[in-house]
């Protein structure tokens, strides 16, 4: 397995490839959710690979010069709990130190806490954010 940065059209794709897998199908998301305004040619992507499959992924953009949104980290189901989205969110925050970002935000579903939480994310409970397919919580971490 590899954990790579999606700099070409092919590695964009991968990411693409498991969120449609991992969300859109599962969760039943229409893709105009799924993909949205942060989703752009300046976006940066994380993706995993086994072999040749992608099998997880990770967004990261700016939300202004110090801080940068981690977002859409998805597995696919049959290789969770393996310790893939913890590299993989580890090669964000990697990423994201060397552009010149301080802090990393993620915002999280209320189960996926623990998580983010054993990678030294702190919890803010009083910014509960409503989506249209989950309730999420902002999370922090100075990088």
């Keep these: 397995m590899e954990i790579?940065?999606?700099?070409?059209?092919?590695?964009?794709?991968?990411?693409?490839?498991?969120?449609?897998?991992?969300?859109?199908?599962?969760?039943q998301i229409p893709l105009e959710v799924e993909f949205d305004e942060h989703d752009t040619s300046d976006t940066k992507y994380i993706v995993a690979i086994d072999n040749y499959l992608p099998i997880a992924t990770c967004r990261l953009y700016a939300i202004d010069d110090a801080k940068v949104m981690l977002?859409?980290?998805?597995?696919?189901?049959?290789?969770?709990?393996?310790?893939?989205?913890?590299?993989?969110?580890?090669?964000?925050?990697?990423?994201?130190?060397?552009?010149?970002?301080?802090?990393?935000?993620?915002e999280s579903r209320d189960n996926k806490i623990p998580f983010y939480e054993s990678m030294g994310y702190v919890a803010d409970m009083e910014q509960k954010i409503e989506g249209e397919t989950f309730t999420c919580f902002r999370m922090e971490k100075n990088l």
Excluded at 6 to 15: C, H, I, L, P, Y
């Design 4 to 27: 790579l940065r999606a700099t070409t059209t092919a590695g964009r794709a991968g990411a693409y490839y498991v969120r449609i897998q991992a969300m859109a199908r599962k969760h």
């Design 71 to 106: 977002g859409r980290i998805v597995v696919l189901p049959e290789y969770r709990h393996q310790g893939i989205g913890t590299l993989v969110v580890k090669e964000a925050e990697t990423w994201a130190r060397e552009l010149g970002f301080t802090t990393s935000v993620v």
